[in-house]
């Protein structure tokens, strides 16, 4: 059974710092693409970040230069450190595995107070 856990979300001050966590179990983990999504009260599911098995990391414009996605392969785990955090970086955020298969988590949500 493939289980992504999310941890690490909270209430933060705009400018401040969040570090997620994902704990993954079920799948092949250095093989797969791990990622972080968010999605915000009426808005779509949207990309944060990925990496690929071979650590090739991918930022959407919006994030770019304040996250920094990484995995620890050794203990299935993938992180997202977020630090100039936004009012609009309010958002549930979702952990994301993918090989043939994309798998998500349930979600943490992050709330940034201005």
């Known amino acids: 059974q493939v289980q992504l856990v999310e941890s690490g979300g909270g209430l933060v001050q705009a400018g401040g710092s969040l570090r997620l966590s994902c704990a993954a179990s079920?799948?092949?983990?250095?093989?797969?693409?791990m990622g972080w999504y968010r999605q915000a009260p009426g808005k779509q599911r949207e990309l944060v970040a990925t990496?690929?098995?071979?650590?090739?990391?991918n930022y959407a414009d919006s994030v770019k230069g304040r996250v920094t996605i990484s995995r620890d392969n050794a203990n299935h785990m993938v992180y997202l450190q977020m630090n100039s955090l936004k009012a609009e970086d309010t958002a549930v955020y979702y952990c994301?595995?993918?090989?043939?298969?994309?798998?998500w988590g349930q979600g943490t949500q992050v709330t940034v107070s201005s």
């Open positions: 079920g799948i092949m983990f250095s093989m797969h693409t």
């Open positions: 994301y595995a993918r090989r043939a298969v994309a798998y």
């Open positions: 990496i690929t098995s071979g650590g090739s990391t």
